[in-house]
């Protein structure tokens, strides 16, 4: 039996639905993993600050956030990524 054309126009539609979803779960899979690795990179950079600076590793992060600031990053949110990971 052939199918109507609003049959084939909806299954045209699911598949290109499908399509999109497929394509939008794997953006957001490599934006989450940039964003791990990221996190991850910030992680081990402050690990080796508090190694080297001990006493003053927050006060590099302060001038670290002051600086990216300036520069126009304006959702820098490197001293409360600090302060939730590290401080008491």
Known sequence: MD????IRALEAL???LDKTIARLDKEILEKFEDISIERTRTS???EVL???FP????NIIIGSSIQLK???DIKCDLL???DSCYEE
């Open 55 to 58: 006493k003053d590793a927050r």
């Open 14 to 16: 699911v598949s290109e």
């Open 44 to 46: 081990t950079l402050i």
């Open 80 to 82: 409360e990524y600090y």
């Open 3 to 6: 199918k109507s054309i609003e």
């Open 70 to 72: 300036k520069n126009g």
């Open 50 to 52: 508090q190694k080297t």
